[in-house]
Structure formats: C-alpha cells, structure tokens
C-alpha cells in the first residue's frame, strides 16, 4: 500500500552495526506496529504506538528500540545487529480501533552477516 | 494463552478445488479474527474478518468458518484459482490488545 512506505526495501549490514528502519505513513492513523517475518514463524509484533506519546513493547522486544518521532512516522532501531535479526520487517497502520483494518507496509529485508 | 495455531504449513490445491485452511485458539476473550493474504514481495493485506457472533461470513469465494464451541476458525477459498496462490494468516484479538498472528500457510494452487 503505497500509503505506508518503508525505507530502506533491502539493506545488508555487518554483526555489531547500528541499524535503523523507518516508516512514514500518509493515511492520518494513529497506530502503528513493527513486526518481524520469518518462514515458518509468521509474523511476530516487535513494538507498537497508539499515539505519539504511547510505546509498548511486543512479543520480541529485546535486541530493538522505536521512536514514534510524529503521528505519521514510526522508526524502528537496531542498536547492535546480530545475524539473528536477519528477516523481513513490516510496518503496520490501524486507525484508533483494534478491531479496524491493519495496513502493511512493503517490508524492509534485512540481512546481518 | 495468546496463541492462534494454524494448519497446514503448506497447502497444494488444484484450480477449480476447495482450499481450506484451519485455526484454533484458547483464549475464550477473542473477539475479533481476521485473515490476512500476502503476496511474494508484498506486505499482508486484509481478506475478511468475523466476529464471534456469527458462524460464517462469505465474501465471494472466501468463507470464514467459527466454532466458538471448539475454538476454532477456518477459511474456505472455493473454485480455488492460481491467482489466489499466497501465504495467508490468521490473527486474533480481544479488546484494545494488539493482533496475534498464527504462523501463516503457504497456498499454491496449480493448474
């Protein structure tokens, strides 16, 4: 959905780097997630934002940060990467209410060696 | 338990066939459970969604299945198409809490 780009759409880093991954979204929602994919492990929730002020953290935190720098952007960190943290990662949107419609961004493939 | 387990892992249907895929779940307080279909090299997007209150929802050839007695949901693509070849997810969710995914099935549907 090309309301919510991620940059950058591939990137390969070495063990120990600073990573960051951003999300911006044009759709005006309030909520925002970063998920991790990896084959066989579906998708897995790393942090999300209700709003600017709100982080929470998911199933997979350790290892990652998130600043929810404007409504509309929603960064995700790696502070030390490991080859581990090789996957797919994607953005999410959702207007103010769980039950609505979560909108993926294009995915990040991320590649630490 | 926050858990949605889905089967198969994997699923190969031939065009025109029934592609059905399963979930099932334990916690009793889900209120909410979508499927969500993605594409090789693109993000997942929203197929179709029920809410416990009824046993089935049909959007053209897709049909969601719920067993609340059973905890268990299903998704029933009928005349199965190539084009519907793609990994698809079932989530939950219950009150302000976020989606829980299940862990995906990869569908190919051949000719």
């Known amino acids: 959905d090309a309301d919510v780009t991620q940059t950058p759409r591939n990137r390969i880093t070495k063990t120990g780097k600073r990573i960051m991954l951003e999300c911006s979204q044009t759709?005006?929602?309030?909520?925002m997630y970063w998920y991790r994919q990896d084959p066989g492990l579906g998708l897995r929730l790393i942090y999300y934002?209700?709003?600017?002020?709100?982080?929470n953290k998911g199933e997979i935190s350790d290892g990652y940060s998130v600043s929810r720098q404007a409504q509309a952007k929603f960064s995700l960190s790696l502070e030390s990467a490991i080859p581990n943290q090789t996957a797919l990662y994607f953005c999410?949107?959702?207007?103010?209410?769980?039950?609505?419609?979560?909108?993926f961004g294009p995915g990040t493939r991320l590649t630490v060696l | 338990q926050q858990q949605v387990k889905q089967s198969p892992q994997s699923l190969i249907v031939q065009k025109g066939g029934i592609s059905i895929i399963n979930c099932a779940y334990e916690?009793?307080?889900?209120?909410?459970f979508p499927w969500y279909q993605q594409f090789p090299g693109k993000g997942p997007a929203l197929l179709i969604a029920?809410?416990?209150?009824?046993s089935e929802k049909k959007e053209g050839r897709f049909t969601i299945s719920f067993n609340k007695s059973a905890k268990q949901f299903s998704l029933h693509i009928m005349d199965s198409q190539p084009g519907d070849s793609a990994t698809y997810f079932c989530?939950?969710?219950?009150?302000?809490?976020?989606?829980?995914f299940g862990k995906g099935t990869r569908l190919s549907v051949i000719a």
């Open positions: 759709k005006g929602h309030d909520r």
């Open positions: 934002s209700f709003d600017v002020k709100d982080i």
């Open positions: 916690n009793t307080a889900f209120d909410y």
């Open positions: 029920i809410r416990p209150d009824v």
């Open positions: 999410a949107t959702q207007l103010g209410r769980t039950k609505d419609t979560q909108y």
């Open positions: 989530a939950a969710t219950w009150g302000n809490t976020p989606l829980v």
